[in-house]
C-alpha cells in the first residue's frame, strides 16, 4: 500500500489508522529517507510495530530521521546490496561502491543503538557466482548492530531473465563492460 503519494509531510487520518492497525511495516524505495512522508510515518508508527526501513545505501537520512528511529522497538535498516566493488556499481549503477560503503558504515556508528541490520540480495544470472563476496563484505562491514544482533540476510532472485544482448546492449549506453566485471556469469548467459 503506497503510504502517502507525491511525497506530502502529512498523512491522512484513514492512512494514518490503517497503518497503526498493522502488525510490520516495510518502507521501501530507492532511498525513503529522500521522502518527507517517511519520517512522517515513523512518528505516526507504534512503538511496538516492526519496521523495515529498505535503502539503497547513496544518502544518508537526516537527523530528524534518525531521532524517530529512535522510540521503535523493532526497527531494521536493509541495505539493498548486490555486489561489491565493480560489481556493485554495475548492478545498482550510477550508485558509487566507495559512497555506499560509507554511508553504510556512518550508519553502522550513528543509528540509534536499537537500529538492526540487514541485507537484501537481489540473486541474478550475473552475480549468483559472487554471493560468498557479499556475505564476506556483511560480515567484516556490519555484522551487528550495537546491541551485538546479527545482521539478517535475506535474497530476492530474479530468475533466467538476462541475455547476451541485452547486456551488450546496456554496455554500449553505461560505458561499461558486464564481462569484465562478471567473468563467471558469461558461459551461462547466452
Same mark, same amino acid.
Given at each position: /500500500?503506497?503510504?502517502?503519494? &507525491? @511525497?506530502?509531510?502529512?498523512?491522512?487520518?484513514?492512512? +494514518?489508522?490503517?497503518?497503526?492497525?498493522?502488525? &510490520?511495516?516495510?518502507?521501501?524505495?530507492?532511498?525513503?529517507?529522500? @521522502?518527507?512522508?517517511?519520517?512522517?510515518?515513523?512518528?505516526?508508527?507504534?512503538?511496538?510495530? /516492526?519496521?523495515?526501513?529498505?535503502?539503497?545505501?547513496?544518502?544518508?537520512?537526516?537527523?530528524?530521521?534518525?531521532?524517530?528511529?529512535?522510540?521503535?522497538?523493532?526497527?531494521?535498516?536493509?541495505?539493498?546490496?548486490?555486489?561489491?566493488?565493480?560489481?556493485?556499481?554495475?548492478?545498482?549503477?550510477?550508485?558509487?561502491?566507495?559512497?555506499?560503503?560509507?554511508? +553504510? #558504515?556512518?550508519?553502522?556508528?550513528?543509528?540509534?543503538?536499537?537500529?538492526?541490520?540487514?541485507?537484501?540480495?537481489?540473486?541474478?544470472?550475473?552475480?549468483?557466482?559472487?554471493?560468498?563476496?557479499?556475505?564476506?563484505?556483511?560480515?567484516?562491514?556490519?555484522?551487528?548492530?550495537?546491541?551485538?544482533?546479527?545482521?539478517?540476510?535475506?535474497? @530476492?532472485?530474479?530468475?533466467?531473465?538476462?541475455?547476451?544482448?541485452? #547486456?551488450?546492449?546496456?554496455?554500449?549506453?553505461?560505458?561499461?563492460?558486464?564481462?569484465?566485471?562478471?567473468?563467471?556469469? +558469461?558461459?551461462?548467459?547466452?
Amino acid at each position: /500500500m503506497p503510504v502517502a503519494p &507525491g @511525497n506530502p509531510i502529512t498523512i491522512n487520518q484513514q492512512t +494514518v489508522y490503517r497503518i497503526q492497525q498493522m502488525t &510490520g511495516i516495510v518502507v521501501g524505495g530507492g532511498e525513503p529517507v529522500l @521522502n518527507f512522508s517517511t519520517e512522517t510515518l515513523l512518528s505516526i508508527l507504534n512503538p511496538d510495530q /516492526m519496521v523495515s526501513v529498505h535503502f539503497n545505501g547513496t544518502v544518508l537520512p537526516r537527523q530528524s530521521f534518525l531521532d524517530k528511529c529512535n522510540r521503535l522497538q523493532n526497527i531494521r535498516y536493509v541495505f539493498s546490496i548486490d555486489g561489491v566493488g565493480k560489481r556493485f556499481e554495475y548492478l545498482r549503477w550510477p550508485a558509487k561502491w566507495d559512497r555506499v560503503v560509507k554511508n +553504510v #558504515l556512518w550508519l553502522r556508528e550513528h543509528a540509534p543503538d536499537n537500529v538492526q541490520f540487514g541485507l537484501n540480495i537481489t540473486i541474478s544470472q550475473l552475480n549468483q557466482h559472487y554471493l560468498t563476496e557479499i556475505i564476506d563484505w556483511v560480515d567484516q562491514t556490519i555484522p551487528c548492530n550495537k546491541q551485538g544482533k546479527t545482521t539478517h540476510v535475506s535474497y @530476492n532472485q530474479t530468475g533466467d531473465i538476462l541475455t547476451q544482448k541485452y #547486456l551488450d546492449e546496456l554496455d554500449k549506453k553505461r560505458n561499461q563492460n558486464w564481462r569484465e566485471s562478471f567473468p563467471l556469469a +558469461v558461459e551461462s548467459i547466452t
